[in-house]
């Protein structure tokens, strides 16, 4: 009775976590490095928020229009082009819902992040797989893709796309091109702009950089009618009054987000050095880095029975030898560094 398409699709594979290792080795002290949460969590005034939540027996509303205004300023785009959803995720899906019919052209450039292809299974697309260079930036497009999503930074490879490239790309397809910015906050080198473009869409969310990930919260700049199409597809209440206060509390208190992220960049830049002598590092935009190494399943599997959770990425699509890892706080990333010492 399944649909014909979920025997095509494979199930989402989040990082192990600290519970699962702590109990397969009986160890106490262990580090997660492989979920790109922030490790420093949510500003404290969100803690604030949601201890004196009460409204739980109350549906949120359909549409908050005080978050949309607080992303408006944030992103610097007009409100009527703000759209939220549960989680960038949720955003996503809604995405697929509004242009991807069964047997459309869904343009994904490999590697990364695994759930555009499990989407583009879900709705039937057909997926032409776009070709990356050394660097791991897309060099290829597909002019009659219905939907092709570029993801920059890219999950797992930490590399920003060419702004000219992506603008290329836009002006020459004749759908339309959803750049997932999930790690926008860790670079200078941003495609929000493109958003001016009609068939442009961004997304962004709250759980890597603002550290709510837990709550899920996510949204995208669309076009205006895109907008009002997208208020069709969404589910009625997609993000919980709770999640929407702690949202808006977050972008109250930018300035604890700019100094975690700084934090993070700086002990970023530290792990690529410091990585170096282990692996081939890449140079990373985003609270990961990503590094190859011949023998990456046992370097995961020594780590892991070690204390040390990082994302092996061997069944990853286009990946070989990829190994991502986390920024975690300085005391972690020693750990990690400790550890990886010990093994080699
Ligand atoms: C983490 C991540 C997401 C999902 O974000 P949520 O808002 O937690 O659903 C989407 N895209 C990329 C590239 C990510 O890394």
Redesign the pocket.
């Known amino acids: 009775m399944i649909r014909e398409e979920l025997s095509e699709v494979p199930e989402y594979v989040p990082g192990k976590s600290v519970e699962e290792i702590k109990r397969a080795y009986g160890l106490k002290r262990v580090v997660k490095l492989a ?2 949460e922030n490790p420093y969590g949510a500003s404290p005034k969100v803690f604030e928020v949601v201890k004196n939540f009460r409204d739980f027996h109350v549906y949120p509303p359909k549409n908050p229009v005080e978050l949309k205004e607080r992303i408006s300023e944030y992103v610097n785009f007009p409100e009527e082009m703000i759209v939220v959803g ?7 899906e809604n995405v697929f819902k509004m242009f991807v019919s069964k047997g459309d052209t869904v343009a994904i450039p490999i590697p ?2 695994p ?1 555009y292809e499990i989407l583009a299974k879900i709705y039937g697309a057909r997926i032409k797989f776009l070709r990356r260079n050394e660097n791991f930036e897309t060099i290829e497009f597909d002019e009659k893709a219905k939907l092709t999503i570029i ?1 920059s930074p ?2 797992p490879t930490g590399n920003v796309e060419n702004f000219e490239f992506v603008r290329e790309v836009a002006e020459s397809v004749k759908g339309v091109v959803f750049i ?1 910015e ?2 926008a906050e860790f670079t200078e080198k941003r495609l929000t702009k493109l958003a001016e473009y009609e068939n442009v869409i961004v ?1 962004r ?4 950089a603002f550290g709510l ?1 837990n709550l ?3 949204y995208a700049i669309m076009n205006e009618n895109f907008a009002k199409e997208y208020m069709k597809v969404c589910p009625p209440f997609p993000i919980s009054t709770l999640a929407i206060l702690a949202a808006i509390t977050a972008l109250d208190d930018i300035e604890y987000v700019k100094r975690t992220v700084e934090k993070i960049v700086t002990e970023r830049n530290r792990l690529e050095k410091a990585l170096g002598k282990y692996f081939e590092v890449y140079p990373s935009e985003a609270n990961f880095v990503y590094v190859e190494a011949e023998n990456s399943d046992s370097v995961c599997y020594e780590l892991e029975r070690r204390g040390v959770i990082v994302r092996n990425l061997k069944n990853f699509r286009g990946v070989r030898n990829g190994i991502r890892i986390s920024v975690g706080k300085p005391e972690e990333n020693d750990f990690l560094l400790k550890t990886l010492e010990e093994i080699f």
């Open positions: 979920s790109n549960d989680g960038l995720d949720g955003v996503l990364t992040f759930y993801c890219n999950n997932d999930a790690y997304g969310t709250f759980s890597k990930a899920r919260v996510g």
